[in-house]
T-cell receptor, first 114, second 110 residues
């Protein structure tokens, strides 16, 4: 069974640009969650999509947005990039029926802002 | 937002030593998960504990869920270099909410 795939693995952008990250979940998983991971703040929840609808949202500014397609693949977009957006962005998929189901993580996209 | 505090934040020990990592909250969780993340990879689920007081063993790792379902501990016996990584606890609350802890970074020195 293929795991969660995130593309690209590495990305370098400059301030003010925008970026789109992609996540392909495990087949059959309907929930995709996005997280930002930094050394100082740890793993912070961005948002969760289930059946193409945003079901949960963390405390991030509106520059961070996402969407989910009918095949459960998800994209995350960050506009007007800031230096502080440099981080590892992880997505995780699950069946999504209950909160205690395991989250299956991809290996992340490392975003560096110059 | 349910806050899950993990302690210690950093831990460096010699191979063969025992250690315990703690995950504490003032909130009650319906279940608690433990993940390990190695450099360059995403977190991987180790175990899920559901019942207050539950103890689960995974080889040299012992996980316990507090009686009140507000805290959990992870005990590693005879640590090995392969145990090195970032350990994350995550508490489930409500229908679809999962809250991750602050993390414990473990280094096992050969």
């Amino acid at each position: 069974k293929a795991g969660v795939t995130q593309t690209p693995r590495y990305l370098i952008k400059t301030r003010g640009q925008q970026v789109t990250l992609s996540c392909s979940p495990i087949s059959g998983h309907r929930s995709v969650s996005w997280y930002q991971q930094t050394p100082g703040q740890g793993l912070q929840f961005l948002f969760e999509y289930f059946s193409e609808t945003q079901r949960n949202k963390g405390n991030f500014p509106g520059r961070f947005s996402g969407r989910q397609f009918s095949n459960s693949r998800s994209e995350m977009n960050v506009s007007t990039l800031e230096l502080g957006d440099s981080a590892l962005y992880l997505c995780a998929s699950s069946l999504g029926n209950r909160a205690n189901q395991p989250q299956h993580f991809g290996d992340g996209t490392r975003l560096s802002i110059l | 937002t349910q806050l899950l505090e993990q302690s210690p934040q950093f831990l460096s020990i010699q191979e063969g030593e025992n250690l315990t990592v703690y995950c504490n909250s003032s909130s009650v969780f319906s279940s608690l998960q433990w993940y390990r993340q190695e450099p360059g990879e995403g977190p991987v689920l180790l175990v899920t504990v559901v019942t207050g007081g539950e103890v689960k063993k995974l080889k040299r790792l012992t996980f316990q869920f507090g009686d009140a379902r507000k805290d959990s501990s992870l005990h590693i016996t005879a640590a090995q270099p392969g145990d090195t990584g970032l350990y994350l606890c995550a508490g489930a609350s409500g229908a679809n909410n999962l809250f991750f802890g602050t993390g414990t970074r473990l280094t096992v020195i050969p």
